[in-house]
Nanobody
């Protein structure tokens, strides 16, 4: 059974940092493109960043320079390091794993709230 479990969310003040984790089981995460999405109340789900199976990271403009996506293939985990957080970063953050011919999987999400 495939599971993606996000953790690391919480309440943080503006300008603060959090590191989110997406721990995979039942798949080898390095075989998949792993993405982080977020969804704020009343808004559409939006892509934040993704890491191709070959490595590296691609970011949307609103988080470029503040967020970093990385992988630990030993732990089968993908991280999202978030710095200089803003109130508009408040959302439920979800990870997605996609591999052509391998399928698509989503986690349940972890809540990030940026507020003073």
């Amino acid at each position: 059974q495939v599971q993606l479990v996000e953790s690391g969310g919480g309440l943080v003040q503006p300008g603060g940092s959090l590191r989110l984790s997406c721990a995979a089981s039942g798949i080898i995460a390095s075989d998949y493109t792993v993405s982080w999405y977020r969804q704020a109340p009343g808004k559409q789900r939006e892509l934040v960043a993704f890491s191709p199976s070959s490595g590296g990271g691609v970011y949307v403009n609103s988080v470029k320079g503040r967020f970093t996506i990385s992988r630990d293939n030993v732990k089968n985990t993908v991280y999202l390091e978030m710095n200089s957080l803003k109130p508009e970063d408040t959302a439920l953050y979800l990870c997605r794993a996609y591999g052509p011919g391998r399928g698509e999987y989503w986690g349940q999400g972890t809540q990030v709230t940026v507020s003073s």
